[in-house]
């Protein structure tokens, strides 16, 4: 079983930086891709970003240009850096990884989500 365990998050100021991290218990190389989502209070859970295994990345438009997702193979950690940070982004942070086998059939796994919270 894939564990992903998530931190980094904390209390920042608006117009702060943050950076998330997500450590896989295997080998994130062979994801077909890794993402962030967020959870607000008494909201769904969304997409933040993507990035599969050849690089490609992918932003909801709310951070495109304040957010940047990248993948450390080696050291099996998807980062989540965040700057210019708005109290709207206040929420829980998952990250979230999906496999494909040779028969197609996916699986998706999950981390416990860390919390950021961006003060006014």
């Known amino acids: 079983q894939v564990q992903l365990v998530e931190s980094g998050g904390g209390l920042v100021q608006a117009g702060g930086s943050l950076r998330l991290s997500c450590v896989a218990s295997?080998?994130?190389?062979?994801?077909?891709?890794m993402g962030w989502y967020r959870q607000a209070p008494g909201k769904q859970r969304d997409l933040v970003a993507t990035i599969a295994s050849g690089g490609s990345t992918n932003y909801v438009d709310s951070v495109k240009g304040r957010f940047t997702i990248s993948r450390d193979n080696a050291e099996n950690t998807l980062y989540l850096q965040m700057n210019s940070l708005k109290p709207e982004d206040t929420a829980v942070y998952y990250c979230?990884?999906?496999?494909?086998?040779?028969?197609?059939?996916?699986?998706?796994?999950w981390g416990q989500g860390t919390q950021v919270t961006v003060s006014s």
């Open positions: 295997k080998s994130i190389f062979s994801f077909a891709s």
């Open positions: 979230a990884a999906r496999s494909i086998n040779i028969m197609m059939q996916v699986r998706e796994y």
